[in-house]
């Protein structure tokens, strides 16, 4: 297929507003997958969900199938699911156990790191060019596999930043995320959400710090539990959890524009400051209390003070670290998109903590919840909307030119469009990169 | 169920009221519905096949009384936008029988107070927009008597597709 030359990609992005090719055109898909999938570092998983050797499951980057295993040595691998004989996909469960992969074809088996343990019959290569160590008749190992406290992050190609390069100083989200464990260390019990929406990935991407939409998109949910509430508490008594989790988002404008949006040069990006007082009720009681045995009581201050929402790590996955959730963005096509979710429980808070974190999953981020849906009519209807031939331009002009720039971080009030604007300067940066 | 008991449940009146509880989430007859629900009551669907708890691993629906109201709220409300063009169902309910079971290992741990627990299938069709989908499964409903009739403590519906890869799910199934 002919690409566009940089220069064409290049007129596509403006400093503040963006042409909605970029959303439709089938062709700049394919290319995004080849230089934003095909090069970023893209995460894959967490190393929770392969907790004993053996131990695998499987995603994808881009279009290509992968598989995340444990070896017998311990050490992770990222590898190719596709078969070094005739390129079965070896891998066909989720997850799993096993001691070897085994393809389904023909009975070549592998082990967990990849390497080809063996072929039947094996007198029948005998004398030909095929040799059993040569790596490319195993799973092969992609390019490069490197992880941040437990998140495992890989790359389809040998170059480029390290992974502690790419991530930069967006790295303290995780941090943030991990902190907030008495062990320090997080785990995935049981699956994910697959949500599927009928919209480019980059408008998901775009309405993670979009503090503009809350008080429209989610009015329904937001008065549900505030109606729920008036008609079934006292007034001023505490908010039942999914009251709480759905009234933020009818916080008004002035909250919003009072918060920061801090954005980095590779296309992170995140908000501060957005939580309401800290909660009181006994569970949170207890954690904090499990907190402080822990750290002590300075050092648990300090991080429960640390106050972020949806970080953005450019281009495929975004945390709430306050509320351990993860969402893993996979793009199928130029109008549709799976989201994986993710709910971790932190190592060592009571089992009572974790039970809040599914509330929050049940009621904010799950396929059925009540607060989701709304969003995604909103991606699926930007999608149909840009069908139209109106006007090229898709407007990121909110704040535009008062954006406070810093070395690694541009910061700017709450309801700017910075972020947005920055993600494009870094989908510009892999898309006209020589590779 | 001893024996006696089972004898004394009339099938019919059973069948009669899941088909009840169908017409009124196929007609939006949310007030009625609801009131087919016990307080202490709730709605399960799991997100994994086999599913063991629904507090301490993620599912589909895991909802307490107080969350089906507030989606009621949600879904009846004029700003619901994702209901602007209403999502529509059909439900048609199959295979009704005394689970032989009696429910065991599929209560979650949530031990609810029940007298009966009836299994059925379901088929759900359901439409918005330009599409049709098709929802499926098997049902447990744990039922409690409740003067000459029943409600509903736990209501657990396993998906054949719980895992699959799904666009947003508003309504209740
Ligand atoms: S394709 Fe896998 S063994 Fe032949
Ligand atoms: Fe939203």
Redesign the interface.
């Known amino acids: 297929m002919a690409h566009p030359e940089a220069a064409a990609i290049r007129a596509l992005i403006e400093p503040d507003r963006v042409h909605r090719d970029i959303y439709i055109d089938p062709a700049l898909f394919e290319l995004e997958l080849e230089r934003i999938f095909g090069r970023a570092w893209i995460w894959v998983g967490h190393e929770s969900q392969v907790k004993n050797p053996g131990d695998y499951v499987t995603t994808t980057i881009g279009r290509q199938p992968v598989v995340m295993s444990r070896h017998s040595d311990g050490k992770i691998h990222v590898l190719y699911n596709r078969c070094g004989h005739r390129g079965a996909k070896v891998v066909g469960d989720r997850e799993g156990n096993v001691k070897f992969f085994q393809c389904c074809y023909h009975g070549w088996t592998y082990r967990t790191d990849g390497t080809l343990r063996g072929v039947p019959v094996p007198r029948g290569y005998e004398g030909t060019a095929f040799d059993v160590r040569d790596p490319r008749y195993g799973m092969m190992k992609l390019p490069r596999v490197d992880s941040y406290r437990g998140f495992v992050f890989a790359s389809l190609t040998a170059a480029g930043p390290s992974l502690g390069e790419y991530l930069g100083d967006a790295r303290s989200s995780i941090d943030d995320m991990v902190d907030r464990s008495p062990e320090g260390a997080l785990e995935v ?10 919209a480019n990935w980059k408008i998901f991407l775009e309405n993670l710090n979009d503090t503009m939409h809350p008080m429209v ?1 989610h ?3 937001v ?3 505030k ?2 509430a008036s008609e ?1 508490l006292p007034q001023g008594a505490p908010d ?1 959890l ?2 709480r989790f ?1 009234r933020n988002n009818g916080f008004p404008y002035d909250f919003w524009e009072k918060l920061t949006l801090k954005a980095h040069a590779n296309g992170h990006s995140f908000m501060g400051g957005i939580f309401p007082p800290r909660r009181t009720d006994p569970v949170y009681m207890d954690y904090i209390a499990a907190m402080e045995r822990a750290y002590g009581k300075e050092r648990t201050e300090q991080i429960l003070a640390v106050d972020r929402h949806n970080t953005i790590f450019y281009p495929n996955v975004s945390i709430q670290s306050g509320y351990q959730q993860l969402r893993h963005i996979r793009p199928l096509a130029v109008d549709r998109t ?1 989201m994986d979710v993710y ?1 971790f429980r932190l190592k060592g808070a009571p ?1 009572e903590f ?2 809040h974190t ?1 509330v929050y ?3 904010v981020n ?3 919840s ?1 607060v ?3 969003d ?3 991606y699926n209807r930007v999608q149909e909307g840009l069908a139209a031939q109106a006007s090229p331009w898709v407007s990121l002009h909110r704040d535009a030119g008062r954006d406070r720039r810093g070395d690694e971080w541009t910061s700017a009030n709450g309801t700017s469009e910075l972020p947005m604007r920055n993600q494009y300067q870094a989908w510009l940066g892999y898309m006209t990169a020589e590779g | 169920m001893a024996p006696a008991l089972r004898e004394a449940v009339d099938l019919g009146a059973i069948e009669q009221f899941l088909y009840r509880e169908a017409m009124l989430l196929d007609e939006k007859r949310w007030p009625e519905w609801l009131a087919l629900y016990s307080e202490d009551c709730f709605y399960w ?1 799991p ?2 096949v086999g599913q063991k708890d629904p ?9 307490d009384r ?2 089906l ?3 009621v ?3 009846t ?1 004029p ?6 063009f209403p999502t529509r169902m059909s439900h048609v309910v199959a295979n009704v029988m005394l689970d032989p079971e009696n429910g065991k290992g599929f209560d979650g741990g949530l031990a609810p107070k029940a007298d009966l627990v009836v299994r059925s299938s379901v088929h759900i069709l359901e439409f918005r927009k330009e599409e049709q989908r098709l929802f499926g499964g098997a049902v447990r409903h744990w039922l409690r008597r409740a003067g000459g009739d029943f409600s509903i403590v736990l209501k657990r519906i396993d998906l054949v597709n719980c ?8 309504l209740f199934l």
Request: charged residues 20%.
């Open positions: 019990v049981g699956g994910c959400f697959r949500i599927v929406f009928r998109v009015e329904s949910s008065e549900a539990g109606i729920w079934h039942p999914p009251v759905t799976q709910a089992d974790y039970k599914l999953s049940n009621v799950s396929p059925s009540i989701m849906p709304d995604h009519e909103a | 669907v997100s994994v507090v301490n691993t993620i599912s589909l629906y895991a909802e107080m969350r109201e507030m989606r709220i949600r879904i409300h700003h619901a936008y994702s209901q602007d895992d699959a890869p799904m666009e947003v799910v508003q």
